[in-house]
């Protein structure tokens, strides 16, 4: 249905058309919030939920750990307690600021979560600590991350069937309250997919993202070498 199809809302100019999952609307989106919180079919969006865990374990983990690596300047992007002989706790992290993190700040970051796990002691048996950055073809985890990398390529698995699919790929398009929007090749229509939804969701290796990813290289070296000139300059005075 179309925005003059309901009393007391006036048609709109070019309304943008978007499909959430389970019902079909033609909306401008600042209606479409409004009746995000006024439909029976959106009414389950408005609960939040990030997908930086799987576990309960990793949940246990996370709210030991996340505190020690926020005093540190970072932001744990996601966290997992993965099995095997001896079980590997990998953890993502990044600066909050420009969403990346360096080879000596993994390490510091390291020694400083090694500290609360040997005090806490929360992992029985052997394991490893892995300490790293999101990656290029970043996962997509918090329902800002949906947003910060707006025009990028992702894939997005659900926890369960939506219109007899879990897995869904596309052109991220932001968000919209509790949903995440989503531009499919070939369809007319904006995918709104619930956040609550998501269980996995990255970003797809594309030129555009390599692209990014070496502008942000050379933005990261140039700095480096600026501070270090700097320290230098500091040095001979």
Not at 75 to 102: K, N, S
Not at 212 to 220: M, N, P, S, T, V
């Amino acid at each position: 249905m179309t925005v003059g199809d309901r009393p007391g809302l006036s048609p709109l100019p070019s309304p943008r058309l978007t499909r959430y999952i389970g019902c079909h609307i033609a909306i401008d989106s600042v209606v479409r919030r409004y009746r995000a919180a006024a439909f029976g079919p959106a009414a389950f969006l408005l609960v939040r939920r990030d997908v930086k865990t799987k576990t309960a374990e990793d949940r246990q983990l996370l709210e030991l750990l996340e505190p020690v690596v926020q005093a540190e300047g970072f932001e744990i992007v996601r966290l997992r307690l993965m099995g095997g002989a001896v079980r590997r706790l990998q953890i993502m992290a990044e600066r909050p600021e420009d969403h990346d993190i360096g080879i000596d700040e993994c390490t510091r970051l390291s020694r400083a979560i090694s500290a609360v796990l040997d005090a806490a002691d929360p992992i029985s048996g052997e394991y490893h600590l892995e300490v790293s950055s999101p990656g290029i073809d970043r996962p997509l985890t918090r329902l800002e991350d949906f947003e910060t990398f707006e025009g990028l390529e992702a894939k997005i698995e659900l926890d369960r069937l939506a219109e007899n699919r879990k897995r869904f790929k596309g052109v991220l398009a932001g968000v919209d309250g509790d949903n995440v929007c989503l531009d499919i090749e070939g369809e007319e229509e904006t995918l709104l997919l619930p956040f609550a939804w998501i269980a996995e969701a990255k970003l797809v290796l594309t030129d555009e993202l390599m692209k990014r990813g070496a502008e942000q290289r050379a933005a990261r070296l140039e700095q480096q070498q600026n501070d270090q000139d700097t320290e230098e300059e500091d040095e001979v005075r």
